[in-house]
Nanobody, 123 residues
Framework: QVQLQESGPGLVKPSQTLSLTCTVS??????????WSWIRQPPGKGLEWIGY???????HYSPSLKSRTSISRDTSKNQFTLQLSSVTPEDTAVYYC???????????????WGQGTQVTVSS
């Protein structure tokens, strides 16, 4: 069974770059046809899919965040990383990493989730 764990700073200043890492166990991020996503939930709002990196290494991003988003991976550490640039307070949210065996964009279709990590954008 795939297990995921997010890590990264809980506080980021406006205009800086948010960087989070997801460590995966129970499966290789470079095999088994998995798609590895970042998803967030702002306070009082629903889940928002940010983007994924596929087992092949290809990436796909939400059009609304594409200009500020980069997802990369380190296969030697079995980790993938989110970078979101030029953050504002509107990027404050609980950030989750998640996995599925198909390239889904609907957060509710992801069967595997990390526990989530709170990121606050504030000066």
């Amino acid at each position: 069974q795939v297990q995921l764990q997010e890590s990264g700073p809980g506080l980021v200043k406006p205009s800086q770059t948010l960087s989070l890492t997801c460590t995966v166990s129970g499966g290789s991020i470079a095999s088994n046809y998995y798609y590895w996503s970042w998803i967030r939930q702002p306070p009082g709002k629903g889940l928002e899919w940010i983007g994924y990196i596929a087992y092949t290494g290809s990436t796909h991003y939400s059009p609304s965040l594409k200009s500020r988003t980069s997802i990369s991976r380190d296969t030697s550490k079995n980790q993938f990383t989110l970078q979101l640039s030029s953050v504002t307070p509107e990027d404050t949210a609980v950030y989750y990493c998640a996995a599925a065996k198909k390239p889904v964009l609907d957060p509710t279709e992801y069967p595997y989730w990390g526990q989530g990590t709170q990121v606050t954008v504030s000066s």
